[in-house]
């Protein structure tokens, strides 16, 4: 696979990027995307459904999936911050780059070949073997993310219900659950009349 190829992809699919003001978060972010989708035999971002997992509730594809979180993410964060006049003192750049990283791990858990595997042997591999949540914290880490997105990687899942979110995370965690649940309420109240 042409990494240089999937690099400027990355940019294409998660136009959010070029707003990271900080050039080294900026390229960690890309280098983390390029590399989760070089090595689980993607392409781009938009090759994976967009649903919470694997067989879940599908709307779009993930880079819409992404792209919606960060914006949700960014939009409550200065919603609060004007209604209640309190500076949370959010870096703008961590969140975009929070956001934009939080599902790095989807490409392995998505991976279609590993994914019939698993499903045809989960005594021995489980099913899957790592959430994306896990494989995102490996992501990050090995491209030299901050901890704080490193964590929001993490736990920005049911995962998190094990350790104190950070402020970052529990932003992420909530605007991630509303991107499914309301246009999936909407889908249900849609179809089911």
């Not at 896990?134 to 901050?146: N, S």
């Amino acid at each position: 696979m042409d990494k240089e190829k999937i690099r400027a992809g990355v940019v294409e699919s998660l136009p959010l990027i070029r707003e990271i003001q900080n050039e080294t978060l900026r390229n960690q972010v890309i280098d983390a995307w390029t590399l989760a989708l070089s090595e689980n035999e993607y392409t781009s971002i938009e090759e994976m459904e967009g649903s919470g997992k694997p067989g879940g509730y599908t709307l779009g594809n993930q880079a819409q999936h992404i792209l919606c979180v960060t914006r949700m993410a960014l939009a409550m964060a200065e919603i609060i911050s004007d209604t209640y006049q309190k500076d949370m003192q959010i870096d703008r750049d961590m969140l975009l780059a929070a956001g934009l990283c939080h599902d790095v791990g989807k490409p392995y858990e998505y991976h279609p070949t590993k994914r019939a595997l698993w499903s045809a042997m989960p005594e021995k591999y489980g099913n899957p073997p790592l959430r994306h949540t896990l494989y995102g914290v490996y992501i990050a880490m090995t491209v030299g993310l901050p901890e704080e997105i490193v964590h929001v990687c993490g736990c920005h899942s049911p995962e998190g219900e094990l350790v104190q979110r950070s402020l970052l995370a529990t932003i992420i965690h909530h605007a991630d659950k509303a991107s499914w649940r309301i246009p999936g309420c909407y889908d249900r109240f849609r179809f089911d009349n």
